[in-house]
């Protein structure tokens, strides 16, 4: 099993729907992110969190939002979706000290 | 933030062959590291490298600090190796900038 898991793994949703993104990790790490990559660019952060308490924003927060349930599950919903949100959408963590990130298996989102 | 610019934006490869896949950043870091996006979209962690060298296999990187660039190198290529590799870069692991990709294709 993966350390990372999202879900789901795709999506499609039409225009003006809520959806949620779920990520969920193994590690033990105290720290969780979220990033967008779109076409043919690099990723792009959405949203980081230090832990349960502590959630920051990120590049590209606007019609975004994320919950820390958990040390171990850090979500991202977007509110009303829109067709320009259509991206691939990855969920990573890291420990404090290490730097290191690692990564989920990625979220494919469409909104139509 | 950090600018990261990746070089060259697309590589097509001899199977077999070697190469060098170049990372130029703006500003000194404290956190560097290599993926490999493969086919399916899944981001794999090839080298952690804030500075020095490290080898793994086939794969090599190199991140020279004072003259802010890092290098990955792709020995004996295989059609495994295809797909888009990232470099990413910044001071710590929350402030992480990601450059545009290298996309490789490495032909049978």
């Known amino acids: 099993d993966a350390d990372v898991t999202q879900t789901p793994r795709n999506r499609i949703t039409k225009t003006g729907k809520r959806i949620m993104l779920e990520c969920s990790q193994t590690?033990?790490?105290?720290?969780m992110y979220w990033y967008r990559q779109d076409p043919g660019l690099g990723l792009r952060l959405i949203y980081y969190?230090?832990?349960?308490?502590?959630?920051n924003k990120g590049e590209i927060s606007d019609g975004y939002s994320v919950s820390r349930q958990a040390q171990a599950k850090f979500s991202l919903s977007l509110e009303s979706a829109i067709p320009n949100q259509t991206a691939l959408y990855f969920c990573a963590t890291s420990d404090r000290g290490q730097d290191e990130a690692f990564f989920g298996q990625g979220t494919r989102l469409t909104v139509v | 933030g950090i600018q990261v610019e990746q070089s060259p934006p697309d590589l097509i490869l001899q199977e077999g062959a070697n190469s060098t896949l170049r990372c130029n950043f703006s500003d000194s870091v404290n956190n560097l590291q290599w993926f490999h996006q493969n086919p399916w979209g899944q981001l794999i962690n090839l080298f952690y490298i804030p500075s020095g060298t490290k080898q793994n296999g086939r794969l090599s990187a190199t991140t020279v600090a004072t003259e802010r660039y890092s290098l990955l190198y792709i020995s004996s290529s295989q059609t495994t190796d295809s797909g888009v590799y990232f470099c990413?870069?910044?001071?710590?692991?929350?402030?992480?900038?990601f450059g545009a990709g290298t996309t490789v294709t490495v032909r049978a």
């Open positions: 590690k033990g790490h105290d720290r």
């Open positions: 990413a870069a910044g001071p710590n692991d929350y402030k992480l900038s």
């Open positions: 969190s230090f832990d349960v308490k502590d959630i």
